[in-house]
């Protein structure tokens, strides 16, 4: 059997200048981010357990390592996945990789590390190699894969190393070494993507199908915050009081929910560089971070109705608002950004949102659902 008879039925991943216009998110995507909800699970339990300063940073580090190989692999569906068994096959192995890793979040949050590391650098080298076949078969692409793969492989031998050194403090130090490796490399390199993008003319935007993707994660978060209320309430739901603080709960799920969908829909994400995007990626990242943080407030503010808890749910809520109005507005990757109206608006909401750690529980919550929902509703009627 030749080269070209293997390609046939294995494939060959899409070369980044053949891009699919309007392209829809595939099962396959939408399958491999079913993961995520475990994950994300599991981030909230052990943040329970784990209530401190240390926790906070464990979890992180812990989510920006996960999301670093989610960005990956969406980029990489995005650029040069193609609807063959290739395609397939690495996609379903980067997924057991990543499972694995998962197993090892608790170990990870009670300063066992090793488990981790080498689960994670087997997903890595997973899609490490994915990159590097684009570059064989699309030589130009080097521009960029190059140096990508590179920083990768100096990241890799810090993070193994990290192992066998016997100092934990300095074994933590190389970890977040490493992960600040991994999570910029893409950033620094915004010259070599300038670069091969003006040269292959190709355009500076996020399109529909990626965006797709972000609201999906969003939605997943959500989803944990639902589930988290729910689980509450079979346990405890004996009294009224009970079912008030449900009700307000979901109403501030639900409010996020409302503000999210309607700032981001149909949003389109062009800028005349590349930076601006990885930007709009590094932005969009955080928010998510503290949407799970928002999960895991909202269901320990109900669950024991303690003041710390309260003003860390108000905290990140009043963070996503902001990120969203950054994501919304800056002109920077928006052509069509947010009216000044709106700005004012929901940048007024966030700073209401945030004065309510100044109050008691009860009201701080109805006036959080009421100007979530308050603003949700107004910008969808702007739309």
Not at 48 to 60: A, K, N, P, Q, R
Not at 110 to 116: D, E, V
Not at 353 to 379: A, E, H
Request: aromatic share 16%; glycine share 6%; hydrophobic share 50%.
């Amino acid at each position: 059997m030749d080269n070209q008879e293997r390609k046939s039925w294995w494939g060959a991943p899409r070369k980044i200048t053949d891009s699919i216009q309007d392209r829809k998110i595939s099962w396959l995507e939408l399958f491999s981010d079913l993961i995520y909800v475990v994950i994300i699970h599991s981030f909230v339990e052990n943040l329970t357990e784990h209530f401190s300063l240390t926790g906070f940073v464990t979890f992180w580090v812990l989510f920006l390592f996960f999301f670093n190989t989610w960005t990956n692999m969406v980029l990489y569906f995005d650029l040069h996945g193609e609807n063959n068994l290739r395609n397939v096959f690495f996609a379903l192995l980067q997924i057991v990789a990543i499972a694995i890793t998962a197993t090892f979040t608790g170990d990870f949050f009670k300063g066992n590390y090793t488990g981790f590391i080498l689960s994670y650098s087997f997903n890595q080298l997973i899609y490490m190699y994915l990159y590097l076949k684009t570059m064989i078969s699309d030589p130009l692409h080097a521009t960029t894969t190059r140096p990508f793969l590179i920083s990768y492989v100096v990241g890799e031998i810090i993070f193994i190393g990290s192992i066998f050194v016997p100092s934990l403090a300095l074994q933590q130090g190389m970890i977040i070494f490493s992960l600040l490796i991994f999570i910029s490399t893409v950033m620094l390199e915004s010259s070599n993507f300038d670069k091969e993008f003006n040269l292959r003319k190709i355009p500076f935007e996020l399109n529909s199908a990626v965006l797709e993707r972000y609201g999906l994660f969003t939605m997943i978060v959500l989803g944990e915050s639902l589930a988290g209320i729910i689980e509450h309430m079979t346990e405890e739901h004996a009294h009224f009081v009970d079912y008030s603080h449900f009700v307000l709960a979901m109403l501030c799920i639900i409010g996020t929910w409302m503000i999210y969908y309607t700032m981001m829909d149909e949003r389109k994400i062009i800028a005349n560089h590349y930076w601006p995007i990885s930007l709009f990626r590094g932005i969009h990242r955080f928010m998510i971070a503290c949407l799970i943080l928002q999960s895991f407030f909202i269901a320990r503010t109900i669950e024991e109705y303690s003041a710390i808890y309260f003003q860390g749910l108000v905290l990140v809520t009043g963070l996503v608002l902001i990120s969203l109005l950054v994501l919304s507005r800056w002109s920077l990757f928006n052509p069509e950004p947010l009216s000044n109206i709106e700005t004012r608006v929901i940048g007024l909401a966030a700073v209401v949102i945030l004065l309510m750690s100044l109050v008691q529980i009860s009201i701080g919550l109805v006036v959080i659902d009421v100007v979530l929902l308050g603003i949700g509703v107004w910008d969808w009627a702007q739309k």
